[in-house]
């Protein structure tokens, strides 16, 4: 039995009136059925927004005959366009440290399919975790880093990120700091959890600095990794209730559930093509 | 200065291919511009599901006009078709008994505009919240209901009801079961709430069933009143955590909050047309 | 038929072993019976801290005969003892200026016996609020503050205070800062909601900030104010989702929900005296 | 250095005056420091519960010495009493079946010392979870089970649990019925994890029965099992947000987490002797 060609297809634009109508029509040339779309409008930058879901069933469709039917609209209406064909899977390095909790979740989520990409490696500056990876027959890589942004250390990691053909890097509680050339490299690409509810507690230790301020509730953040720390676009966030009984210990323990929910939502969204960054802000078409 | 007319268009069709694109169209020739889209597709029964929110530069624009732009589509596509304009807000009778915070809630949020709709009017059949509708400026009409159903009561409800052309009630802690004609009347058009996660505990007295199961959480749920008590479309719905330390009448102080929340919230989204009834669930677009 | 009398004690100390033997004997000879009794150890100052909830049959017993029953203890262990019988409720203002959310909800709790307190007067910057002062039959006071911290207004408003004999003061959403002698001479007595998650978004337009930011989640914290503007401790705080499509006027709709639920909760434990400040910290005997 | 002996004792008792100021005199006169106490009162059935933590400097003391201090109490105020001293973990078997979520997250939540307990043996009535069992250095049991309830079958997992000591059956995600007879031999030891919010959607296909039902939350249940499935004590419940859009498929996906974590809290207030049950219900001192 034939089965149909899907496509993601992300929209900038600036905002003008027919813009719906007119890709829609598009589309609707090329014999796409749009199988779900949703727009967003930001009104303080006048800019347009579009995740619209195509299905074509003529498999001969392709990246470039889309491409070449939008091309006459790109030009008239300025737009910026992205499109992902979903026969193309994400191939994605995961970075950690020591904590396992976050790698666990990523690897159980890919194997149950509930996480749709190719997890190509596993990149650490600890040996520890080295046998979760070979229990999922995922190579890795121990790359030690003396100090945060070393160069060199970033030069065997890009290495291997583009012998790998990475397109999305997971910061899966990766205790050390990357570069802002490496962020740069990889704008868009990077999502970092960080263990508290951002802008509040960035930075190091935020389960020790959410006792010291006695707050009843501990967060987590799933974020775009850019030049400075803990600023780039929030994704998804989420806390759980706390009381004046935790003490750092059982904020880390009840913290870990937390995080890597946050992170595998995060994660699976930018793999379901539905993040697109405009000013700072992660738009998440849910 | 020139302003625009808006309007929310709902449509329920057979799902096929295109749809989108042609009702993306067909609002592009009436001059609309598409300000949202959202859909919906049922896998189960094949039905394609669009809210769409449109906006004209032209005010001459009017419900037949866009009505009769739709009609070959209409036709061909099998739609059907709920058109409403901006400017004509839905006209509400609010259901009472005794207890008052969810009419409290519903009288602020209109006065503040975040439920924009017309209270028309409220019915109890206590007399004891009058003063609230008096401080409103909100006739209110006590009508005693001496046992449910019973026929000579609604139809001096439905006198009023239609007097002021309702075309929603909102049962706000209103302690009267409706009859089956009244319900299948005003179909799609009543919402009650009820304090308890539905379908648990439905019935009468849900925190006195609550307790006794001992569950750690205690619910409320927004739905369409449908013949069957307790049993219609489910609009919205939260919980809120309780211990074994809380009798009955914690619960009730406790559940208070979350039912106006709750209430306030279904109702908002039923007067911005984000719902649409399919199958006996609540697709809310929201 | 004779009714008890009950009291909270609550006691603050060096932590030593037997104290709660000891506390509870001392109580047994006065014939009091411990009806909940609850109690933290913060390790860091080495401090021992509970509330007891006592009740005794013979109804002579008094203020001045537990705390002579307690004397000997309190030298010996060094105690900090509170003791307030339940007959004798908290004496409460309410600052409030134009948002009225957050003053209908205490209101309505005191009304129905949620809050267990007497609301001795409501005291505002703006005279839009009397009305509903009104209504509950509670004195309103209009003090115009041109400017924050002014000494002869404070003077105004603390003359008041003291006529009431005044031991609670509720700013439920007053939008002037007070002095730092004010705080002081009130510390502990006094609780402010903020809307957002401190120590996020603190100071002036909390919503606009979360909205710069871009955050996934809005917060409220009801906290004890000190000199420190939106530092004082914690009692409780809670969130609630958003989207990239919420404005800041969204922001501060949906935040009143949150807003009024979280004040309330906190004014609540205060007056049930269930919280014990240590260190800065709101410890909460829930 | 010396380190101190601790035990928690959990005491179920009809209500009196005194008893909480005669059991901590008690503990005292055994030189028992009391670290933590939690008591609730149940009015309805006039019980008396309370859990008290005790720490002694001095290492003889024993279950029998503090049997023996607290034998005179527990005839005349007619105590039921359990003790248990830190040193001794509870013996605890997994059962499970093909899902491996819950099991994955009760190894590392041991592993990492949040779960405090010595998992003796999982067994199975499938073979495919044997190699996390052999990750971990557990045991594994293949019993097959043709029909639920069969009594060949019970007497070999009974066998097993002898063998072990077993004090605690966790069923983690084990999609077999088990016996009155079984659940009454390991009456208030057995915990199950329902993957709904109960009393809603009992029995088969919870997630299914929710997305008939349309509801817009989906939630966990941990409870202990008793003869009638689904019915016994319910120790601690969350549910999770859900749309329209979410398939059967997606509820089970986002449903894994909420179950894990639902089914780990209660298994760790469980071990921490956090549970009094008292008339059906689960009585938690958190």
């Known amino acids: 039995m034939e089965k149909t060609v899907e496509a993601i297809i992300l929209v900038t634009c600036p905002d003008q009136r027919g813009i719906v109508a007119r890709l829609a029509s598009a589309l609707h040339e090329t014999s796409g059925n749009i199988l779900d779309a949703a727009q967003y409008t930001s009104d303080s930058t006048n ?74 490696l596993i990149i650490s500056n600890h040996p520890d975790l080295s046998s979760i990876a070979e229990q999922h027959g ?22 291997l990120l583009e012998e790998h053909d990475i397109n999305l890097i997971v910061l899966a509680r990766y205790m050390r700091i990357l570069s802002a050339e490496f962020t740069q490299r990889y704008a868009g690409k990077i999502i970092n959890i960080h263990h508290s509810f951002l802008p509040a507690f960035a930075g190091g230790k935020p389960y020790h600095q959410a006792h010291a301020k006695g707050v009843k509730l501990i967060g987590a953040t799933a974020h775009y990794a850019t030049a400075e720390l803990d ?56």
């Open 231 to 286: 600023e780039g676009p929030i994704i998804e966030q989420s806390v759980i209730r706390i009381s004046h009984k935790d003490e750092v210990t059982d904020m880390v323990r009840k913290g870990r559930d937390n995080e890597r929910t946050v992170l595998a939502r995060a994660v699976r969204w930018h793999l379901e093509d539905r993040i697109i960054i405009h000013e700072n802000r992660a738009i998440v078409f849910e």
């Open 138 to 159: 995922i190579p890795f890589h121990h790359i030690p880093v003396n100090k945060s942004c070393d160069n060199d250390t970033e030069q065997r990691q890009i290495k």
């Open 47 to 120: 800019t347009f927004l579009q995740r619209i879901h195509v299905s074509w069933e003529d498999k001969k469709v392709s990246h470039a005959s889309v491409q070449r039917a939008l091309n006459p609209l790109i030009e008239e209406l300025q737009l910026d366009v992205h499109i992902r064909f979903g026969n193309t899977p994400h191939k994605v390095a995961v970075f950690v440290s020591e904590e396992d909790h976050c790698l666990h979740d990523l690897l159980l989520l890919r194997r149950d399919r509930a996480l749709r990409c190719d997890i190509a």
